[in-house]
């Protein structure tokens, strides 16, 4: 079999030696000769010398570096120039060989690797319970076959949902043709949405105190809405996202069994409520400054500040939580995230009670839709079509899986540690994050804008970063895992009755935090997720088992691959702590100004050379630029990132004395791999709306540029490579922070 891309060594391959490139017929002849070594003489590790020019290299030529090298070979695309475009240089073939699947916005490395995992998970969560299965995972797997069950979710229909909202939630005005405005209570309504961890209008929430991070306190903000973002409602009543929005709600209301001509009226109204509400909630641009996010008061001075809505009565209620009541006075202490968004929200409850309780119950609705019957999942496949561009719905194992993962991360992370990770992968992390540190130190000694006082401190902070990797020890402990679910009970045959229990769950189980003191070694994720993870009030840094395979990780391929991916990875979440939000925190989490004035405003004015540089980049799937102000903080990661770990990856070299022998098949010198290595984890294909909705509502550059924007900027890049001044790649103005 001879396919495009693909290197293989089945049988002859005279039949489409024609077909292949350079490279590949270069690689096949290099692993024929590892199988047969390996056959005949069951070597493991092989290198051989061979002469190139003036010096003499070794290649290597075990199993994990052919894999290496063919992995390479199925995304370059070597008839691109790297110093004209190296994200098509880097990852050409790879975005011709992976096609966007239908029920996908974009397909990418980490798409690629994320499905590996779920299918993983998948098959252990399917696997029949055993008596040897703990509690804890006998929960997971009865959560998850609950929600596979779709014939009965279908026969019970809705009923569990009609008793929820009539019972718990006062009534759905717009299918309820005896709703009394006068039964409304706007406090009673949003109190008991929290109940079920859904903040409409409001959201409040316990968090660490950013300012004595050794304690929590009553956090409140503005909501997030029903769309991806605020930037949706800020266009034309008839742009064709907000339409489909409409649409949407419109078409559930009516299945819900409200009459067609009122459910249209008043889902208008909501959707005109809802384009108020972030008409005056503050940007995302604007939010970055976390001083202007932290205004303390209590909770006297938020009646007395925002007037109009019972704001005592509204918290007390909301901390009268189940079998822990927390009381609170009129001299508790919260913080207003966004005053302006409350100061104008007063006026806007004056709103007619119908269209506040039709929205509130709307935003319930929503969040719960995905988990009703067939007909209703197919109403957000249509709205999600027009959002993401998506054209068929992922399938249904997907989904539970998601949802029991998010729901018992631990007990489904135990399972998947169990089987698929390498505690090897923790030791080589422990060691590479210690380099990473030492590199950013020998850097901090560099910075010609930071003084020594500001430069001793951002040291230790560097130094002090907790770092958790892998998974938290205490899911392989029977006892702590079952008992962080004892609280826990599923039915195997009401899986929306299960939904409603997790969704009242979280509520809790974030509410009850509020005297109890912070633990910073606390993990804030689930192991089996691929993602990494800057925590600004803990100063710590999280590696999930999940992220630390291939393409980021692999123990098997060249250390320059390792550096260039996950080293990068590290790199960019340590420098996380040091971009324009993670520098106004100190070593211990705490907000405060621990720079002095001169030296913010050197950093302000290095940031904002990162700022306008990502702002030219044209999205060519939009045919849009990229919100520098947004996205500075992670393009300063990502930069910084890259810097470190390319010099963490020479002193790792320099100290071990001489470097690893080459990959077979190739001309890459480790230098030239490690910025492979880097590139390819940011190979990707995005639909039109996907690269739309990424604009106006991510915080990261899409992976193109973040291949191309951060390179622009790397001398050592433009030397591996040998790229011209003035060349695409390497432009005269470079942009340096760290």
Known sequence: MCTGGTVEIKGTVSGCWAGRTILEKRLIIVLGITILLSVVFSVTIISYAVNSGDTKHKICLTPGCAVAASRLIKSIDEKVDPCEDFFEYACGRWVKRHPIPDDLSSIDTFTVLRDEVINILKDLLESSIS???????????????????????????????????????????????????????????????????????????????????????????????????????????????????????????IEMGADPKQAEKDMADILDLEINLANISTSNEDRRDNEKLYNKMTVKDLSGN???????????????????????????????????????????????KRVLANYAIWIFIKKVGVYLPERFRLLIQEYDKAITGTTSARPRW??????????????????????????????????????????????????????????????????????????????????????????????????????????????????????????????ITQPAIVNAFYSSVRNSITFPAGILQLPFYDKHQPASMNYGAI?????????????????????????????????????????????????????????????????????????????????????????????????????????????????????????????????????????RFRVIGTLHNSRDFSKAFKCSLGSYMNPEKKCTVW
């Open 306 to 352: 925002f007037t109009g809505f019972d704001w005592f009565s509204y918290i007390t209620q909301i901390m009268n939580i189940p079998n822990k009541s927390i009381d609170i006075s009129s001299t508790e202490e919260v913080i207003i995230r966004d005053p302006a968004y409350f100061t104008h929200l007063m006026k806007i409850l004056s709103t007619d």
């Open 567 to 703: 080293g990068v990875v590290i790199g960019h979440e340590l420098t996380h702590g040091f971009d324009d939000r993670g520098r106004q925190f100190d070593k211990e989490g705490n907000l405060r100004q621990w720079w002095s004035t001169e030296v913010i405003n050197r950093f302000e004015a290095k940031a904002s050379c990162i700022e306008k540089q990502y702002s030219n980049y044209v999205v060519p799937e939009a045919n849009m630029k990229i919100n520098g102000r947004t996205t500075v903080g992670e393009n300063i990661a990502d930069n910084g990132g890259l810097k470190q770990s390319f010099r963490a990856y020479k002193n790792w070299i320099h100290k071990r004395g001489y470097e690893e022998p080459l990959l077979p098949g190739l001309n890459f010198t480790h230098d030239q791999l490690f910025f492979l290595g880097f590139a390819q984890v940011w190979c990707g294909n995005m639909r039109p709306q996907y690269a739309h909705n990424r604009i106006l509502t991510g915080a990261h550059s899409p992976g």
């Open 131 to 253: 008596p040897k299965d703990i509690t804890a995972i006998k929960k997971a797997k009865i959560l998850y076959k609950s929600c596979m069950n779709e014939t009965l979710i279908e026969q019970r229909n809705m009923t569990q949902l009609e008793k929820v909202i009539q019972n718990d939630l006062g009534g759905w005005p717009v299918r309820n043709s005896n709703w009394a405005p006068k039964s409304f209570n706007l406090v009673s309504t949003l109190v008991a949405l929290r109940r079920y961890n859904v903040q409409p209008i409001v959201s409040i929430a316990v968090k660490i105190d950013s300012k004595n991070s050794t304690r929590n306190i009553i956090t409140l903000d503005a909501p997030l809405f029903g769309m991806p973002g605020r930037k949706y409602y800020l266009k034309s009543r008839n742009d064709t996202k907000l339409k489909a929005y409409e649409k949407l709600a419109v078409q559930m209301a």
């Open 398 to 523: 997907r989904t539970c899986t998601h949802f029991t993962n998010d729901q018992l991360g631990n007990a489904v992370g135990r399972m998947f540690v169990q089987q698929n990770f390498d505690d090897e992968a923790k030791s080589q992390m422990i060691e590479m994050i210690g380099n990473l540190q030492n590199s950013f130190s020998e850097i901090l000694t560099e910075l010609q804008w930071m003084d020594e006082e500001t430069r001793l401190v951002a040291r230790q902070k560097a130094e002090e970063m907790r770092d958790m990797i892998g998974y938290p020890d205490k899911i392989l402990n029977d006892t702590e895992l079952n008992e962080e679910y004892k609280e826990i009970e599923y039915v195997p045959d009401d899986f929306l009755g299960n939904v409603f229990m997790s969704m009242k769950g979280d509520s809790i189980e974030n509410l009850k935090t509020l005297r109890e003191s912070v633990d910073k070694d606390r993990w």
